[in-house]
C-alpha cells in the first residue's frame, strides 16, 4: 500500500520558518517528479512546487519563489519544503503529491496524495 506522509506544520508568526516533510513509503519514487500543494478553506488546491527525480529541474508557484525551495532524499524515499519569509496568504493545508505523469503543476496529473498537514501563519 502506497502511503505519502507530512509532517512540519504548525502555527508560526509571519517572517518565521517551517521545514515540511512528505515520506513515501509502499513503494520507491526515485524516478518520479514530486510536488507540494496547498489549499487554503474556501479556495481551490494550488500548486506550490514540484521537483524531478533527479533534481534537475524545479517549478515554483510565482509568489513563493526566491521563499520556498523544494528538495528531496531519493534514498530516504522523502521529499521536503523549506518555507521562508512566511506570510499570513501562506496558510493552508500542505499536501505533498507524487507520481506525475502530466504538467508538474497540475493537481490532476499526480498519482498519489498525502492526507496534509497544517500550517498557519499568525500576522
Known amino acids: 500500500q502506497v502511503r505519502l506522509v507530512e509532517s512540519g506544520g504548525g502555527l508560526v508568526q509571519t517572517g518565521g520558518s517551517l521545514r515540511l516533510t512528505c515520506a513515501a513509503s509502499?513503494?520507491?519514487?526515485?524516478?518520479?517528479?514530486m510536488g507540494w500543494f496547498r489549499q487554503a478553506p474556501g479556495k481551490e488546491r494550488e500548486f506550490v512546487a514540484a521537483l524531478t527525480w533527479d533534481g534537475s529541474a524545479t517549478s515554483y508557484k510565482d509568489s513563493v519563489k526566491g521563499r520556498f525551495t523544494i528538495s528531496r532524499d531519493n534514498a530516504k524515499n522523502t521529499v521536503y519544503l523549506q518555507m521562508n519569509s512566511l506570510h499570513p496568504e501562506d496558510t493552508a493545508v500542505y499536501y505533498c503529491?507524487?507520481?506525475?505523469?502530466?504538467?508538474?503543476?497540475?493537481?490532476?496529473?499526480?498519482?498519489?496524495w498525502g492526507q496534509g498537514t497544517q500550517v498557519t501563519v499568525s500576522s
Open positions: 503529491a507524487a507520481d506525475n505523469f502530466g504538467p508538474p503543476q497540475s493537481a490532476d496529473h499526480y498519482e498519489y
Open positions: 509502499g513503494r520507491t519514487f526515485s524516478r518520479s517528479t
